[in-house]
Nanobody, 124 residues
């Protein structure tokens, strides 16, 4: 599976942005998918995941971000609302064929396939 993330950019605090992740190859519609992010000097952190019909969010984004997928188009999205300067990071989409439990979905090491990252910068 190859993943291609896009949609990042420079926005102001309070704005919205939608990230996209295009997948090709593999039975993508059965994969668990997720978004992670990484800021300079920090480890990659979990943002959101979707496994079958279930969605999971990091506490810092819950209520502001929404992960969704379109299996017909092999796409995964991250709708980000009410953006804050602390959301500034490179965002990565990830996918894995295994059906991880929630605690495992939060771990980047459990995802085999990664997009190249897209930079989101939120100015105050």
């Amino acid at each position: 599976v190859q993943l291609q993330a896009s949609g990042g950019g420079l926005v102001q605090a309070g704005d919205s942005l939608r990230l996209s992740c295009a997948a090709s190859g593999g039975a993508f519609d059965t994969y668990s998918v997720a978004w992670f992010r990484q800021s300079p000097g920090k480890e990659r952190e979990f943002v959101a995941a979707k496994r079958a019909s279930q969605t999971y969010y990091a506490g810092s984004v819950k209520g502001r971000f929404t992960i969704s997928r379109d299996n017909a188009e092999n796409m995964v999205y991250l709708q980000m609302n009410s953006l804050k300067p602390e959301d500034t990071a490179v965002y990565y989409c990830a996918a894995d064929p295994r059906s991880w439990i929630y605690s495992a979905l939060r771990e980047a090491k459990n995802f085999n396939y990664w997009g190249q990252g897209t930079l989101v910068t939120v100015s105050s």
